[in-house]
């Protein structure tokens, strides 16, 4: 069972002290975010790529006459291409070496933090920047399409953008500041 260890407090208690000592519960949240915005959608696509075949095979054997109930992981076997295992793996590999990264590299874990931030709060910003600043009317008075193109991809990117670029500030502010006291 899943919550086995949620039964006995001094076991919780003494695996949240191992999570909060050091910084190991950064690193954690850190890794989350940063494997949310790099493997996951690599991943996301390609699993949804994996039910998808999985699908229409089972689809197409329910309609032989001498179908007969398929497990799961043989219609998996019988379905899984390589092409989407490597796109698996490569999802895999591209969100862990984005982790890494972002512990090792003050700036890269800033970055992703601050793309992450901006993902989050995108939903509640973008009814805004549509109906105040790149509406439909302003953005068809425009002559040119790829100036029009160019805007609409702004305006759909611009709080994960303002996101980065706070993380950024903020972290050549914390830079500074210490190259200051130093």
């Known amino acids: 069972d899943i919550l086995a260890p949620v039964y006995n407090p001094v076991k919780l208690m003494f695996g949240l002290g191992?999570?909060?000592?050091?910084?190991?519960l950064s690193h954690v949240i850190l890794f989350t975010h940063a494997f949310k915005i790099s493997g996951w959608p690599v991943l996301k696509r390609a699993l949804s790529k994996?039910?998808?075949?999985?699908a229409a095979y089972m689809?197409?054997?329910?309609?032989?006459?001498?179908?007969?109930?398929?497990?799961?992981?043989?219609?998996?076997?019988a379905t899984l291409q390589p092409e989407e295992v490597m796109e698996l793996i490569a999802g895999l590999h591209y969100g862990l070496v984005t982790c890494i990264a972002a512990v090792v590299s003050p700036a890269v874990g800033a970055a992703g933090v601050?793309?992450?931030?901006?993902?989050?709060?995108?939903?509640?910003?973008?009814?805004?920047?549509?109906?105040?600043?790149?509406t439909d009317k302003r953005l068809l008075t425009l002559k040119s399409p790829h100036l029009r193109h160019w805007l609409n991809s702004l305006a759909n990117h611009a709080s994960e953008m303002a996101g980065v670029v706070a993380a950024l500030s903020f972290l050549n502010f914390r830079l500074l500041s210490g190259c200051l006291l130093g």
């Open 18 to 24: 191992l999570l909060l000592h050091g910084r190991a």
């Open 114 to 134: 601050g793309l992450s931030v901006g993902q989050s709060v995108d939903r509640h910003v973008q009814p805004l920047i549509r109906r105040y600043v790149a």
């Open 59 to 77: 689809r197409e054997r329910e309609r032989e006459p001498s179908y007969t109930s398929t497990m799961p992981l043989q219609a998996l076997a």
């Open 50 to 54: 994996v039910k998808a075949t999985r």
